[in-house]
């Protein structure tokens, strides 16, 4: 463990210190929780701009190992863009009937969903679904599916794709995944997981402290930090069955804070080697020394390239003892300052599209996850909890997963961009730490 800044030391009002600390390889604690309370969405100020759509249970789906017709209704509230009109208990209509269309556009739905599901003689379950307009009686869009019944989640996920892209004429993000770590006694566990939060598969296990995911562009790799050798080190996990964790950075002092370049050929990181904690590019794989990035006397961490290739954004106390967001070109250069407003902003995270950044800001005594406009500056805060931490961007710029403190638990929510509709995550029990979205390629 390298030397600390004594300015940078935690402390009961700076809890959300650990954050970038621990992305610079300074801190390893892990804190524990009581039991987590059930959990609800939290909807607020919606109103026309979601697209009514009824979702009646699929014929058949008593049979299936998972509600299919459920999935899809969570995947679409959480969206914030479609409100899920009540079927009751409803049965679907068979799949290439016409359905009473006066009837669904009498309890408010415009849009409206049928599906069926059979199971096959080699133990495979057939999905069919239809979606239909009910205003102008027509159907929109068909699928059909054969699967196992391990890959059910999945099918439910794409089906709710479909109609999102459908009907919202946009990429949608359910079949993605994400990958969060968690603490259960004394284990740290890396977890890839649905987007939902469910279905979720050990990536790589430890004693000792794991920190920093971070997904690679093609998906098919995992940087991450594990304190598993008695030190911080990075690694990059071939997510694909089977694959197994490669060394990308082993150096003297501290390893940390991964983060891929745009290209996918690097990885961003923070290291101590030289004597302070600065940001260099590693090559993926390996290959050249590590080209050091920042030239300071301060801790600069937390880096995050921007999609578009043009910026590395990172968090730095060069100004004084608060951190603050800054950024500089992507093969280094000269450094500007982002946030000029607040006295401590870390964790940035810059959307698909590099318009906007999600941070976490301290306002008044909490740790709120905020959003700003990159081309203006003008910054909102999206939360109003006290212990948000860790913020990713879903591949379509229009959801962010973050972690924050509900009951005394830490738990990871979702919010849609503008900050009205917040959904808890159903994640695997234990502390819960620093999620990463991962991209739309499924390795």
């Given at each position: 463990?390298?030397?600390?800044?004594?300015?940078l030391e935690p402390s009961a009002a700076?809890?959300?210190?650990?954050?970038?600390?621990?992305?610079?390889?300074?801190?390893?604690?892990?804190?524990?929780?009581?039991?987590?309370?059930?959990?609800?969405?939290?909807?607020?100020?919606?109103?026309?701009?979601?697209?009514?759509?009824?979702?009646?249970?699929?014929?058949?789906?008593?049979?299936?190992?998972?509600?299919?017709?459920?999935?899809?209704?969570?995947?679409?509230?959480?969206?914030?863009?479609?409100?899920?009109?009540?079927?009751?208990?409803?049965?679907?209509?068979?799949?290439?009937?016409?359905?009473?269309?006066?009837?669904?556009?009498?309890?408010?739905?415009?849009?409206?969903?049928?599906?069926?599901?059979?199971?096959?003689?080699?133990?495979?379950?057939?999905?069919?679904?239809?979606?239909?307009?009910?205003?102008?009686?027509?159907?929109?869009?068909?699928?059909?599916?054969?699967?196992?019944?391990?890959?059910?989640?999945?099918?439910?996920?794409?089906?709710?794709?479909?109609?999102?892209?459908?009907?919202?004429?946009?990429?949608?993000?359910?079949?993605?995944?994400?990958?969060?770590?968690?603490?259960?006694?004394?284990?740290?566990?890396?977890?890839?997981?649905?987007?939902?939060?469910?279905?979720?598969?050990?990536?790589?296990?430890?004693?000792?402290?794991?920190?920093?995911?971070?997904?690679?562009?093609?998906?098919?790799?995992?940087?991450?930090?594990?304190?598993?050798?008695?030190?911080?080190?990075?690694?990059?996990?071939?997510?694909?069955?089977?694959?197994?964790?490669?060394?990308?950075?082993?150096?003297?002092?501290?390893?940390?804070?991964?983060?891929?370049?745009?290209?996918?050929?690097?990885?961003?990181?923070?290291?101590?080697?030289?004597?302070?904690?600065?940001?260099?590019?590693?090559?993926?794989?390996?290959?050249?020394?590590?080209?050091?990035?920042?030239?300071?006397?301060?801790?600069?961490?937390?880096?995050?390239?921007?999609?578009?290739?043009?910026?590395?954004?990172?968090?730095?106390?060069?100004?004084?003892?608060?951190?603050?967001?800054?950024?500089?070109?992507?093969?280094?250069?000269?450094?500007?300052?982002?946030?000029?407003?607040?006295?401590?902003?870390?964790?940035?995270?810059?959307?698909?599209?590099?318009?906007?950044?999600?941070?976490?800001?301290?306002?008044?005594?909490?740790?709120?996850?905020?959003?700003?406009?990159?081309?203006?500056?003008?910054?909102?805060?999206?939360?109003?909890?006290?212990?948000?931490?860790?913020?990713s961007f879903a591949p379509n710029g229009?959801?962010?997963?973050?972690?924050?403190?509900?009951?005394?638990?830490?738990?990871?929510?979702?919010?849609?961009?503008?900050?009205?509709?917040?959904?808890?995550?159903?994640?695997?029990?234990?502390?819960?730490?620093?999620?990463?979205?991962?991209?739309?390629?499924?390795?």
């Amino acid at each position: 463990m390298v030397d600390r800044n004594p300015c940078l030391e935690p402390s009961a009002a700076g809890l959300r210190r650990r954050s970038w600390l621990a992305r610079a390889g300074l801190l390893g604690a892990w804190a524990a929780s009581p039991a987590l309370a059930q959990l609800r969405i939290e909807v607020s100020d919606l109103g026309a701009a979601q697209l009514p759509i009824a979702l009646p249970t699929f014929r058949g789906e008593g049979i299936a190992p998972h509600r299919i017709s459920e999935i899809v209704r969570a995947d679409l509230e959480r969206s914030g863009l479609f409100r899920v009109v009540s079927a009751g208990l409803t049965e679907s209509d068979p799949i290439g009937t016409r359905p009473d269309f006066p009837a669904w556009r009498q309890r408010g739905a415009d849009f409206l969903l049928s599906g069926s599901i059979t199971r096959l003689a080699n133990g495979r379950f057939f999905i069919s679904s239809q979606l239909w307009d009910t205003v102008r009686g027509n159907d929109l869009a068909r699928s059909n599916y054969e699967e196992r019944p391990e890959e059910m989640r999945l099918a439910a996920h794409v089906i709710a794709d479909a109609i999102y892209e459908k009907l919202i004429g946009e990429k949608s993000v359910f079949a993605t995944r994400i990958a969060y770590v968690t603490k259960q006694g004394s284990d740290f566990r890396l977890l890839v997981a649905d987007s939902d939060g469910e279905n979720a598969q050990l990536a790589f296990e430890s004693r000792e402290p794991i920190i920093s995911p971070a997904w690679s562009r093609s998906g098919a790799h995992l940087a991450y930090v594990s304190f598993h050798e008695g030190r911080p080190v990075i690694y990059a996990h071939e997510v694909a069955r089977g694959g197994r964790p490669s060394v990308v950075a082993d150096f003297r002092g501290s390893n940390s804070a991964p983060a891929w370049s745009a290209n996918g050929r690097q990885i961003i990181a923070t290291l101590s080697r030289d004597g302070g904690s600065q940001i260099y590019a590693v090559d993926f794989p390996g290959g050249r020394e590590p080209r050091r990035l920042t030239q300071s006397n301060s801790i600069d961490t937390e880096p995050c390239c921007s999609p578009d290739g043009q910026w590395i954004y990172f968090v730095s106390d060069r100004r004084g003892r608060s951190p603050q967001i800054y950024r500089m070109p992507a093969g280094g250069g000269v450094v500007e300052l982002v946030t000029k407003t607040g006295s401590y902003n870390i964790s940035p995270t810059i959307s698909p599209d590099s318009k906007l950044m999600a941070y976490i800001s301290l306002v008044a005594g909490g740790y709120r996850l905020h959003l700003m406009d990159l081309s203006t500056g003008q910054s909102t805060a999206l939360t109003d909890t006290s212990a948000d931490e860790g913020p990713s961007f879903a591949p379509n710029g229009r959801l962010i997963l973050y972690e924050t403190r509900v009951q005394r638990r830490e738990v990871l929510m979702t919010t849609t961009i503008d900050g009205r509709i917040k959904v808890p995550l159903k994640v695997q029990g234990g502390d819960i730490r620093e999620p990463d979205w991962g991209p739309f390629v499924r390795a």
